[in-house]
């Protein structure tokens, strides 16, 4: 098991960015492919983006392509999430979570492959 505190959240004007960040301790880090995800209230919570064990590889929701990137620092114990480009429809409580189902160094694109979700972080963008 892995305990996950996200950051980095806040209140942002539309066209503008953040930077989430995601702290992990427990288990060793670098065995865990890494997701983010989000959810707006009444909906349903969405993928936005997977990074293998490595970092080498990454996967990203339709509706963020080129906008986010994900990242990671395994000597630091941390996942990235940058955001440019900001919507209104961006505006969600944002997810971290960490998954150990699979060996291989590939994005983890099912959410129920996540066995560990860290608490959220709050992004609101204005119009």
């Known amino acids: 098991q892995v305990h996950l505190v996200e950051s980095g959240g806040g209140l942002v004007q539309a066209g503008g960015s953040l930077r989430l960040s995601c702290a992990a301790s427990?288990?060793?880090?670098?065995?865990?492919?890494m997701g983010w995800f989000r959810q707006a209230p009444g909906k349903e919570r969405d993928f936005v983006a997977a990074i293998s064990r490595s970092g080498e590889n990454t996967y990203y929701g339709e509706f963020v392509k080129g906008r986010f990137t994900a990242s990671r620092d395994n000597p630091k114990n941390t996942v990235y999430l940058e955001m440019n480009s900001l919507k209104p429809e961006d505006t969600a409580v944002y997810y971290c979570a960490a998954s150990s189902t699979y060996t291989w160094d590939r994005p983890v694109l099912d959410r129920y492959a996540y066995g560990d979700w860290g608490q959220g972080t709050q992004v609101t963008v204005s119009s």
């Open positions: 427990g288990r060793t880090f670098s065995a865990y492919a």
